[in-house]
């Protein structure tokens, strides 16, 4: 009986910890490992724009209501651009050529994976 009752606890861990938040989120943007930028998507109420510079060029950067995409970039692959609007937080933004990378976090959820530095 101990075994079934461990085997759902881990059971309902597991659920809770690969949970993807869609609401309350925040972004965190670097530039190689620096921390560049973090920009509450909870509190937008209407689309902007905003440059980073990267590596190897400047991203444009559009941020809504708990979304973010990268929609202009100088790298060949177009990569990041093709991401859409990021909107869990299981789902980073990462441009590689430009060393850029964008984290959504949720700001009232346990179950966000944090990333080392």
Excluded: W
């Amino acid at each position: 009986m101990a075994t079934i009752i461990a085997a759902v606890a881990i059971g309902i861990l597991l659920a809770f910890t690969f949970t993807k938040a869609t609401d309350n989120l925040s972004a965190s943007i670097y530039v190689r490992d620096a921390l560049i930028q973090e920009v509450n998507l909870s509190n937008e109420t209407s689309e902007r724009h905003f440059d980073i510079q990267g590596t190897n060029g400047t991203l444009t950067i559009s941020v809504k209501h708990n979304a973010i995409a990268v929609i202009e970039s100088n790298c060949p692959h177009q990569d990041c651009v093709n991401e859409g609007y990021v909107t869990e937080t299981n789902h980073p933004i990462i441009c590689a050529y430009n060393g850029v990378y964008i984290i959504v976090t949720s700001l009232n959820s346990i179950n966000d994976i944090e990333v080392g530095r």
